[in-house]
């Protein structure tokens, strides 16, 4: 890379403005940066600041009127705080390099109770853990051992060999029964929740989602977080990137690309617009159909993106509940095996914050299953519980919700055959645009900023 000033992009911006594009456009409506960014989560963010370091210009657009995405706190009054979404990073040297950029003070993650209750939240009953045979250490260790063969997929990236082995396409409960995983069961899904049914799932999205690389970071580093909360890192983001860079509740309409630039119509939630044109594009959210209606998409595109299937997923912090400082509580089905795990729709744990009387919960279903369907779902948990007598539940308040939908973005196995991988790969830099985030590599943020930093270096700034 190297660097350019604004005077000198907007003498040599060659890309062609049809009249029906800048119609209404004022002179001072219309932006021109390197690179224009959609998506304020954690790699967008992370893209922004790096390319702002690097002295490039940017213009960041984001549909929420803050950044972070998945990485939402609620904060309560004397200076306490729930992180009801992102917990905590790996502690690694791309952590931690990112903290120190931007001054963030931060501390070990630590839970806020290791004692677990097992409850099946399907009848409010309290019942026998599912297989808690091994310890996390230990499960960790013997999954790692049994995975190591994929080492291919150890950066959180889908770089699969040409002919995909059968085995990844294959269900999980296959793997787990020739590995004897049995006993590992409950740390892996402790991390892959998120895919739902994991012994139906295929699994390559398993490994996708609890790897090589977390097994490490769980190992040997640990977890870390901001001090004042996750959502700090992304606070202190904002001014290092500036407010006149970032377009908050805003989404573009409409997009023009070709080989040497991009053109972006951006409405903003007021109805008022921006034209952004730009060298680079980089999008950083899951590229599906109805999040890219108004992009000029080529047939080549439009067949990948029209593939993705995709779990909704909920995150909220609660309180009220009559649930005992000090538990969690975990989602145990024991007509689920091996391993008593629940089934979607679930609450996968009723998890203990630290701060008295807040506890988090994650929601994990199915594409139709919405947000009111998943609030329901707190409260019926809670309420069988309490008329089994298990704990003395009350109607519980949703202190803070979160949609983290779509999420665990999936394909057909025959399409993974089909080389999709590869193909959605082959699209980074046509058209002078470039992806990143979870559809790209493993959705768990050192790893998709180390991925942003490859999308990056392929940038010819």
Not at 41 to 60: F, N, P
Not at 121 to 144: D, H
Not at 247 to 265: C, D, I, M, P
């Amino acid at each position: 890379m190297h660097l350019s000033q604004n005077w000198r992009l907007a003498s040599v911006f060659s890309l062609a403005v049809s009249a029906t594009a800048l119609a209404g456009f004022k002179a001072n409506d219309i932006i021109i940066r390197d690179v224009a960014i959609l998506g304020g989560g954690a790699t967008g963010t992370y893209a922004a600041v790096q390319l702002r370091e690097q002295g490039y210009s940017v213009a960041l657009v984001e549909k929420n009127e803050r950044l972070g995405g998945h990485a939402e706190t609620l904060y309560l009054p004397n200076d306490e705080y729930v992180n009801y979404g992102v917990e905590g990073y790996f502690n690694n040297d791309i952590t931690t390099k990112f903290f120190s950029q931007l001054n963030v003070d931060y501390e070990g993650l630590l839970p806020g109770s290791i004692i677990s209750e097992h409850v099946n939240f399907n009848t409010g009953e309290r019942v026998l853990p599912g297989s808690e045979i091994l310890g996390t250490t230990a499960g960790a260790v013997l999954y790692r051992a049994s995975i190591e063969q994929f080492d291919y997929l150890s950066s959180g990236a889908y770089y699969l060999p040409d002919e995909v082995p059968e085995v990844l396409l294959h269900p999980f409960r296959e793997f787990v029964e020739a590995n004897a995983l049995q006993g590992a069961l409950d740390v892996i899904f402790m991390f892959a929740e998120n895919v739902g049914n994991i012994l139906d799932a295929p699994l390559l999205y398993i490994i996708q989602n609890f790897g090589i690389t977390h097994i490490n970071a769980l190992l040997e580093g640990g977890y870390i977080r901001p001090k004042n909360g996750t959502y700090e890192l992304f606070r202190k983001a904002a001014n290092y990137i500036d407010d006149e860079n970032i377009f908050y509740e805003s989404v573009v309409t409409q997009a023009k690309r070709n080989s040497t630039g991009v053109e972006l119509v951006v409405e903003n939630a007021d109805g008022s617009r921006k034209l952004i044109k730009a060298k680079k594009l980089l999008i950083t959210f899951p590229p599906t159909l109805s999040a890219l209606d108004g992009f000029d998409l080529r047939k080549e595109e439009s067949c990948l993106f029209a593939k993705w299937d995709h779990k909704n997923y909920y995150a909220a912090a609660i309180a009220n509940t009559g649930l005992p400082d000090g538990i969690n509580v975990a989602n145990t089905n024991p007509e689920n095996q091996p391993g008593s795990l629940p089934l979607p729709p679930f609450q996968w744990e009723l998890e203990y914050s630290g701060v008295s009387g807040y506890f988090m919960t994650k929601i994990v279903a199915e594409a139709d299953f919405t947000a009111e369907d998943a609030k329901k779902l707190i409260k019926s948990d809670l309420k069988r519980m309490g008329e089994t007598g298990v704990f003395s539940t009350k109607e519980p308040e949703i202190a803070a919700f979160a949609s983290h939908s779509p999420e665990t973005l999936i394909v057909s196995t025959d399409d993974v055959r089909d080389g999709f991988y590869k193909k959605l790969y082959a699209l980074q830099g046509q058209q002078s645009t470039y992806y990143t985030g979870y559809t790209f590599c493993t959705d768990y943020s050192t790893p998709l900023w180390n991925y942003t930093s490859s999308v990056l270096d392929m940038m010819d700034l």
